[in-house]
């Protein structure tokens, strides 16, 4: 039995889409910090499987990349934001979207499999 007042879903993971999903699980790692989690038994997970990636640090939520047999087609209607460079997003391999400009105080971006992200200046290097 529930309490009443509990909410009935609460946060879990992120998931993001991919047809490749080992390399864009290695991308984000190298995007955002993050690392593959290892398995539960210490093993390795089957290459097919998703492919949770985590923060080392513990602050910041479960990815999962999963694999999926379809490019992106349209815009994502949720996505991730993040503190960053775009410049060095874009040397990783990142594509630029939409400028910060006088509308919006972020970048627009698209990681290598064209999934959206915002990049916001990080609050000790704001201007």
Same mark, same amino acid.
């Given at each position: 039995?529930?309490? &009443?007042?509990?909410? %009935?879903?609460?946060? &879990? ?15 984000? !790692? ?36 999963? %694999?999926?047999?379809?490019? &992106?087609?349209? &815009? ?10 775009? *410049? ?12 910060? *400009? ?15 992200? !915002? ?9």
């Amino acid at each position: 039995m529930h309490d &009443k007042d509990e909410a %009935p879903a609460r946060f &879990k993971d992120l998931a993001v889409d991919a047809v490749d999903h080992q390399a864009l699980a290695d991308w984000w !790692c190298a995007a955002i910090g993050y690392v593959r989690r290892p398995a539960a038994d210490g093993g390795q997970r089957p290459v097919q499987w998703p492919v949770p990636i985590s923060d080392p640090a513990g602050a910041g939520p479960l990815i999962w990349v999963n %694999p999926v047999p379809e490019h &992106k087609t349209v &815009k994502n209607r949720m996505h991730l934001d993040v503190w960053g460079d775009p *410049d060095r997003l874009v040397a990783l391999g990142a594509t630029v979207i939409r400028e910060r *400009d006088h509308e919006i105080d972020w970048h627009v971006m698209g990681d290598p499999e064209g999934n959206e992200f !915002c990049v916001f200046t990080p609050p000790d290097t704001a201007a």
